[in-house]
């Protein structure tokens, strides 16, 4: 398999810089690489971005994650492998991803008092522009059909 074309954000260099500090911005947050590999995952997931699931669980993998740990990240709720915290975020991620199949508040006050019963401001903060920009990457993958285990850059 192959993409349609390059990625758009290396075709226009300048959308890398934004991106680039976006990630920067992330990265100051507060919040874990491994929480961050975990969150990408789950609206990757959602998104059904092959490249970008394949990314995340490399990471994952690589940075000592358990095979257990990151196969059930697709099916969190149930499994006995996260924190309260990992829950709250992977729960905001689900409803952030999700905008479109809810009618009312896309993010509930219950939800937002959930997520911040575990992260300081800064940190929800890291989390919200995370899950934004890695919505944004699964969006620009399925338009041009970015196959799993592409190399970047």
């Not at 993998?61 to 829950?87: H, L, N, Y």
């Not at 006050?109 to 989390?127: C, G, N, P, T």
């Not at 522009?129 to 890695?134: E, Y």
Request: contains cysteine.
């Amino acid at each position: 398999m192959q993409a349609r074309m390059t990625n758009p954000a290396y075709v226009l260099p300048d959308g890398m810089k934004g991106i680039g500090a976006i990630f920067k911005a992330v990265n100051a947050g507060g919040i874990s690489h491994e929480l961050q590999e975990i969150v990408g995952l789950r609206a990757s997931q959602i998104n059904g971005c092959s490249a970008c699931v394949h990314a995340h669980n490399a990471n994952l993998a690589k940075a000592g994650e358990s095979t257990e740990r990151i196969a059930a990240v697709a099916a969190w709720r149930e499994a006995p492998f996260f924190d309260d915290a990992e829950r709250a975020a992977l729960a905001l991620t689900e409803a952030v991803t999700r905008l479109a199949d809810r009618s009312d508040d896309a993010v509930d006050d219950r939800l937002w008092d959930q997520v911040a019963d575990h992260y300081d401001e800064k940190q929800i903060a890291a989390l919200i522009l995370l899950i934004g920009v890695t919505n944004m990457f699964n969006r620009l993958n399925a338009s041009i059909k970015e196959p799993a285990g592409a190399t970047w850059g």
